[in-house]
């Protein structure tokens, strides 16, 4: 009986968990056999849907199911610069997380390069590990495209569409890598970045500018000043409002750049890791669609392989319930995002494709390309031209009050 | 004044010529390649519109009080920016304007103007808001020699504070009040009723960190040829010229003076030649009666000439600056009259002496130099005992010492609402004066007012107080016999956002004065989603009060709706 009982409770014991493991494993080796059987030079289409099924948003699946058809490319790869690998040698070892999720001990590069998913702090450190991945010493959103600004359609769900153009400058005064001085401009101890945008078309929102500014410290909100052309005055805003869209587009101001809320304003969880279907290497710019329609007509699409980061607002009224971030291993940038509302519907999705630049010492590096968001709800989507022009040395003070005061409709600040 | 004046325009002639020596200097660079030049350093753009307007009140098909059909206004303004290389820019603009009138128009006009001694007086020409001269409107070299200094030269405008809708410190360039409603920014903004001044504006950065920001500006003022701007609140007869300035939106006229069943507008002002002559209770005789006669006193150059310096600068959440401006105020509303003289309307000086032919008053609308000094702050509020407030808070402040106004004895001579004060013979008075603004701007979400809940309401609060330190009874505008008290106060209320995608977009302004006067300017903005070059409001600008000889009740008989059609290329 004894003997019985123990055989019982091996099997009880032992032999019921492993055959669950062996199921689970199964099971996932199931979707994961999906996403790694993708090859490059195989095309995906409304016959063979499933195979992207889960590695793509629930919209763009529908519209393969609907007909759009494309083909998997070899992966892009991008190898890190130098100087922010050799910075996150030398600072990461001290950084750490305060109580409040804030960053400790942060002086440049990967905050976390050692990054465990299984970390019981993993979700903050992703977040951390997003924020400041690597975007240049300074760059111009825009600046590497054929007109050298952002276009920007929104598009209607009847297909109409309109244009209107802008250029963006970045720049961050305490991460610098290349361009002097490094790594921190003098004064600038305490500010994250800050962000200059311009409208220049059409002709009555050109010289609209916006100057925002990112303090590190996780009390402090961002400042903004806008500068309206049409009074000729700077009117401070507040930013508090994140959840505003910026009209006329389906970006709201914690869209920009994916996810430009506040990190310590948000709580973070790993997921889990998994391939998507994205595009680092954008052949065409922009790309190529039919009018009124956003899907890129003939760009492939390869496999990434990423960290899934659920993001929840700490403010129980934020506007969205959560976003999910799909963030490339290779790059920590984000290459797909889902956001579902309060009541957990599904409410917008968007891709950014990204592409080779070159800094002006000929080194290839990654930029933004185009990006594509989806409000589901309303049929309304954004598509925006935006490849970046990294490390142009931009003045720091161009990024003051000044600049707003002297801008005139339609007019280059460089 | 003429030497210093020589000396101005050459040492500028001198400037032009060496900035001028810019675009040469490209052309040799770029050698051959003036089409790259035109195609990636030259950009055109500008826009066409048409406002037809309609009076909705009051008015008559034979346009005696407000004319029926208020404005169909023609504008088309093509823009130029020059970017000769990335520390010179130039941006240059030409405005054309034709509001096509009838003749009928005129004519009625001039059959309904009351004048004395009876004279062939000429009523606003049918092409007066016109405009088509090939001078530019704006004209501005962006200069940058360093990173921190920007020299602002040429033709352009100088905007200081935040305010919306009203002006309080953007003072520097003057208000073409002759084709735009009053306080009715729905229907043309600041930027299209400024009119742009020669001068130079630098702004250096001190300290870009905390946006330390050092500005000095001058605007001499004797390129431009001082305008009349006619609608400036209150119109005006000359007996000079025999031209009677009432314009499309001049206030209502002052009517409650009548003695000797005349308009006694010009006893405001002064006396007769021989009061003792009306020494009754209830003077008949026509030799009581005073005719004014007005003109504007434009600056002369020296007059005109305005310089102006502000220090900006931040303290954490907090951005204040403080500034002064010296020169020639150009604002209308701070318009006063000085009575220069009284004369008598007969050739023969006797006349008035024995009462037999009334007197004239020889009025000056004048803006006089003026200082003021100046200052502003932001601020933003994100939470008060843990209350969500999201406000951006705003104000600014005016001081004008002795600022002019003018004054009246309450009540006066021979019945009368109001007289010349025995204290101030020439009609004015100085006191020193306070204004001040505070704004409360936010972006709210109201989900339930919404088809898209992110789509966010903008709404603006204003308060603009003016405080006559040392006040006196009987300060009065200039147009009226309407005593100003010792503050007076104006609210404003502007709600705006976007509906269907932003293509439809509504936009209501409200202005309340407690004293009882209101005006109301809502405007609802259709762009069409296909094309983002087209855009068609529809717009009323409507005004309201118990009495129309003060505030926002000068133009309770002008409410009118608009149509604006807009074209950017």
Redesign the interface.
């Known amino acids: 009986m004894s003997k019985a009982n123990n055989r019982l409770s091996i099997v009880s014991n032992w032999l019921a968990p492993s055959l669950l493991a062996v199921l689970v494993l199964v099971h996932s080796g199931q979707i994961r056999a999906a996403e790694v059987e993708l090859k490059p030079g195989e095309t995906i289409g409304p016959n063979n849907w499933q195979r992207a099924q889960g590695m793509v948003g629930e919209n763009l699946l529908n519209r393969i199911k609907g007909g759009y058809t494309f083909q998997i490319k070899e992966p892009k790869l991008y190898k890190p610069l130098k100087e922010y690998v050799e910075a996150t040698e030398k600072y990461s070892k001290n950084v750490k997380l305060g109580p409040n999720g804030e960053l400790l001990n942060y002086a440049a590069g990967l905050p976390f390069p050692n990054f465990d998913r299984n970390d019981s702090q993993a979700g903050p450190k992703l977040a951390w590990n997003f924020f400041w991945r690597w975007l240049g010493d300074d760059y111009k959103t825009g600046g590497a495209t054929k007109e050298g600004k952002i276009n920007r359609f ?1 598009i ?1 769900k ?1 297909g ?5 153009d802008l250029v963006s400058y970045f720049i961050f005064p305490r991460t610098r890598y290349m361009l002097d001085p490094k790594p921190v401009i003098p ?2 101890e305490n ?1 994250d970045y800050m962000q200059l945008r311009i409208d220049s ?4 929102t ?1 010289g609209t500018t916006t100057l925002e500014i990112r303090y590190d410290d996780p009390k ?2 961002d ?1 903004l ?1 806008i500068y309206l ?13 994140r ?3 910026l ?2 587009s389906e970006f ?1 101001l914690d869209d920009i750049n994916s996810h430009n809320g506040k990190i310590t304003d948000f709580n973070y969880r790993v997921l889990g890791e998994k391939k998507m279907l994205a595009n680092m290497a954008q052949e065409h710019e922009p790309y190529h669609r039919k009018p009124g329609d956003y899907l890129p007509i003939d760009e492939k699409w390869e496999v990434v392989d990423t960290y899934v980061l659920e993001v929840t607002a700490k403010d129980p009224n934020y ?1 969205y319930g959560k976003k999910i971030l799909h963030i490339n291993k290779m790059t920590y940038d984000n290459v797909w995002t889902y956001i579902y509302d309060r009541k957990g519907e599904f409410f917008k999705e968007f891709w950014g494709f990204f592409k080779p630049v070159n800094l002006s010492d000929g080194r290839e590096v990654w930029s933004v390309g185009d990006v594509m968001i989806l ?1 589901v709800q ?1 049929g ?1 989507s954004t598509v925006v031209t935006a490849t970046r022009a990294y490390n142009r040395g931009y ?8 600049t707003l ?2 801008i ?5 600040i ?1 | 004044m003429e030497r210093l004046r020589r000396v101005s325009v050459n040492l500028v002639e001198l400037l032009f010529l060496v900035l001028l020596a810019a675009p040469a200097q490209a052309a040799s660079i770029l050698g051959d390649e003036w089409e790259k030049f035109f195609t990636e350093r030259v950009k055109f753009s500008g826009y066409m519109e048409n406002t037809t307007g309609l009076a909705v009140s009051a008015g008559n098909r034979f346009f005696a009080e407000s004319n029926r059909f208020v404005m169909n206004r023609f504008v088309i303004q093509p823009e130029f920016n020059l970017d000769f290389n990335e520390k010179v820019k130039l941006f240059i603009s030409w405005r054309f304007v034709k509001e096509p009138r009838y003749s009928a128009e005129a004519k009625s006009r001039h059959r309904v103007v009351s004048y004395f001694p009876v004279a062939p007086v000429q009523p606003l020409p049918n092409t007066f808001y016109d405009e088509d001269s090939f001078k530019p409107w704006e004209m501005v070299w962006n200069i940058n020699p360093t990173d921190q200094l920007n020299i602002r030269l040429g033709r352009q405008f100088i905007s200081w504070g935040e305010t919306d809708g009203i002006r309080l410190l953007d003072v520097i360039n003057p208000q073409d009040g002759t084709f735009a409603p009053p306080a009715a920014p729905n229907l043309f903004n600041l930027d299209e009723t400024r009119i742009p001044s020669w001068g130079i504006r630098t702004l250096y950065t001190v300290r870009p960190v905390s946006n330390t920001i050092f500005e000095f500006f001058a605007l001499p003022g004797f390129w431009d040829e001082a305008k009349q701007r006619v609608d400036e609140i209150v119109g005006s007869n000359d007996t000079g010229d025999l031209k009677v300035r009432y314009g499309r939106w001049s206030a209502h006229p002052e009517t409650r003076l009548v003695l000797a069943g005349r308009n006694a507008f010009g006893n405001l002002f002064a006396n007769p030649i021989n009061p003792v002559l009306c020494q009754t209770a209830t003077p008949t005789k026509i030799g009581c009666l005073v005719i004014p006669s007005t003109s504007r006193e434009l600056p002369d150059a020296g007059d005109s000439w305005k310089i102006g310096t502000r220090i900006t600068h931040s303290i954490g959440k907090l951005n204040f600056g403080l500034g002064y401006i010296w020169g020639f105020n150009p604002q209308s509303t701070d318009m006063v009259f000085k009575l220069k003289g009284v004369t008598c309307s007969s050739p023969i000086a006797a006349a008035c002496a024995g009462g037999a032919a009334p007197s004239v008053a020889t009025l000056r609308l004048v803006n006089d130099r003026t200082n003021i000094f100046a200052g502003h702050f932001n601020y933003t509020v994100d939470e008060i005992v843990s209350l969500p407030l999201n406000t951006a808070i705003r104000g600014e402040l005016a001081f004008y010492p002795d600022e002019p106004y003018n004054i009246s004895k309450f009540p006066g001579p021979f019945g009368l609402r109001a007289g010349p004060h025995p204290r101030h013979p020439d009609g004015t008075v100085e006191k020193n004066t306070l204004r001040y603004s505070l704004g409360f701007d936010r972006t709210t979400l109201i989900p339930f007012l919404q088809e898209d809940p992110l789509r966010p309401f903008r709404m603006s609060f204003q308060i603009f107080q003016r405080v006559i330190l040392d006040h006196e009874d009987g300060i009065h505008p200039f147009s009226t016999a309407q005593k100003i008290k010792m503050v007076s106060t104006n609210l404003t209320f502007r709600v705006s956002t976007g509906y269907y995608g932003d293509t439809i977009l509504p936009d209501v302004f409200v202005g309340y004065d407690p004293a009882g006067y209101w005006n109301l300017n809502p405007a609802v903005t259709y762009a069409p989603p296909w094309n983002e070059k087209v855009t068609v409001s529809l717009i009323a600008a409507l005004y309201g009060g118990h009495n129309k000889f003060n505030s926002l009740g000068f133009f309770s008989e002008k409410d009118s709706v608009f149509l604006k059609m807009r074209y950017q290329f």
């Not at chain 1, 109409?160 to 209107?164: A, D, F, I, M, T």
């Open positions: 929104a209607e009847d109409s569409e309109r244009r209107s004064g600038y500010i078309y059409p002709r009555d050109a402090r909100v400042d000043y052309p049409s009074i000729r005055r700077i009117r401070r805003a507040t930013t508090t409002q959840c505003q869209t009209a006329p709201v506007c409000n309303n309304r003045p720091v003070s161009m990024f003051s009050l000044a005061q002297r005139q409709r339609g007019e280059s460089e």
